[in-house]
Each structure stands twice: as C-alpha cells, then as structure tokens.
C-alpha cells in the first residue's frame, strides 16, 4: 500500500473495522468503493470487498433478501442478472440513487426532457431484457440512447442516466462502458464513483457468495413439471410477448445498430467469465436434490404472514406463491454487534406496532 496516499489504507482500516459488526458489510464496502473511484488497480480495496461480501450472516440475509424475488432453483440465465440486479441495488450505498428523487432533480429521474421520450423507449427495451430475458431487446435499446446522447443539450446527464439504467438493471458491462465515456468527457466524481462500483460488480459476478451458481435453465424446468407441467416455456413467453407487442404498436419500428449474427460473432469472440471459485462458500448441491414438493416456508415468508395476518387473502396468497421456496439455514455464530449503537427499535419502522407483535428474532424458528 505505500504506492498510495496515508489515507487510503486508514480508510480501508476503517472498512475493516465497519465490517466486523452485524449488517455493517455495506457501509464498509462503500469505502472500498471510495478508494476504487480514486484508484481503480487497488487489488487489497477490490478483494475486502469481496472478503465482507462472505461474511456469513451478510450471506444469510441476502440470500432471504432475493429469495423474495427469485426462487434459489430457478437457474434461468435472465433471473441470474436479475439476482445479481437486486444484490448491487440491496448493497449499493451510492448516494445517486437517492438524490435523484429530491425537489428539482427531475432530469437525473427520468432524463433531460429535450430526449426523454428518446430515454424512455431505450428503457423500455431494457425492462423486457430484464424482466423477460430476451436479449434481442438490448440491441434494440442502444439506438435510442445513442440517438439521445448525439440530440440533448445536456449530454453529460444524459448519459448518467443511461448508465443508471444499465447498473439498476444489472447489465454491468454496459453500465461500465457509457460511464467510461462520461467520465473521459466530464469531471463528474459521482460519475466516477458509480463506475467504480459496477466495474466490481461486473467483475465479480460469478463469485458472489450468497447467488447460486450460474445455469441453463434445467433446473427450472425440472422443478416446472413437478410445480406446472402446463406452464409456457421462457421461449414461448418470449415469443408470446414479442407477438403482443407487435399487435398493439409497441414493439420497436427501429434497427439495432449491429445485426444480432455479427453481434453473435463478437460475442463468441469476448474472452469467458471470470470462474466461480472452485469451492463455495455455500454448498449449493441441496438444489440438485429438490423433491419439487411444497414444504416448510422460509422464515421471511411466515413473517411476512404475521405482519399481514388481519389480511387473510394477503396471508393465503402469500402462503401459496411461496410454497416452493426453500428454507435457508441460519449460521450457527450469533451476530456480533457494535457496542457503541444503540439497539434496534422495530416500531421506529412499524409503524407503531410493538416487538411483540411481530417479532424479529430469527430463531424463533
């Protein structure tokens, strides 16, 4: 470290010590994060960030935290990016997210109004890739934005939305590229430091500790023909919506600028990912052996049960959609908490309601 400034390893020593305590990995990371926007080589920044990322109860709670959106088996490639979508977001504590909603920040929400309308059907693209996982619909969204950077009077916002975008939704690498270009046009420090994060991220991805291993989707649709033989396939989803939006005048008018064969060319010509390290730190193989029968409700869920009980349809809905997620096991080392903190107090954020009322000890279970 002494090629660096003395405050880079204080500020890394002060990330160490943040990270030590329950819940306080992503405070500790977004320093890590700092020293990366300054100094994108730092290899020991990069690896802490990584190492606080496997804290255990981080793990834990992440992976409960995404659970509520994606099922641990259902290794379709599109709901892998989205796992690694909503770990960034959960994670992140780059101050841009938030400011963009303050009085006056309406261009940093929705884009420079001279190109929005161009803004928002790029993002429209984007939502299918992400929600859908139909790739097509990334080579139809950078025309738009392409078009929106060359028109605005005010590129450099326009590009940081654009880069947003592609971070929210997480398409890292492209997220990298377009803040790469605003960066070398601009001065912009929360340019800089939002690079530094989805540069990691896309750097990472195969390794995050608490997302299942990468897949094609077998896994799925094993579970599918125990859960709904009948159900549509992602390609017959795909092909359904593409039809429906080409029969009520949204699907896209324009070309995209590379033809999908020649994208298909380049993208057998990309060196491969980075590999999943050789051992896990979570022992993923209990996905292979899934029964596909409903069984016990992750911990979240019955709470989620609790909190809604004077809701029974809430209740029973949610005890429907959720019959296939699996419990996630609790590590077996208490959580170690900052001495100097005050406790947490649930009825800050409920709403008035007690501890007792809905309680948020863990091994009640």
Known sequence: MSQYPDYVPRL??????EGQWHAGQADAAALCFDVLALFPECREASDLVYELFCDEWTIYDMRNAVQQHIDEWDDQPHQQRRRLALSCRFMSRWTGWDREFEKGRKPEREGPKDVRALLQQG????????????DECLNYAWPKFTEAI???????TTLLW?????????????AAEVLLDLCSRYKDEAARRLLAEVRWWRDNAPRIPWIPPAGDGSRYRRMMQFIDPTAPTHEEVIQHTRARLKE????PTWQPIIDPELAKLFGEAVPAEISPPAQSVVDWSF???D???????PVWAKKMMKLFRDNPEHVEDIAQRHRWSRPIPQPKT????DPNEPPFDPSEVLGGMSEEDFDFDDDEE
């Open 162 to 174: 654009i880069g947003k975008q592609y971070a929210d939704l997480g398409f890292f690498a492209d």
């Open 287 to 289: 996905l292979d052996r």
């Open 12 to 17: 890394l020593a002060q990330a160490r010590a």
């Open 150 to 156: 060359e028109k605005t009077r005010d590129p450099q």
């Open 123 to 134: 993002h429209m693209q984007l939502l299918e890739a992400y929600c859908l996982g139909d």
């Open 248 to 251: 009520v005048g949204n699907a």
């Open 291 to 297: 029964d596909g029968q409903p069984g016990e409700l």
């Open 334 to 337: 208490p959580k170690r908490y």
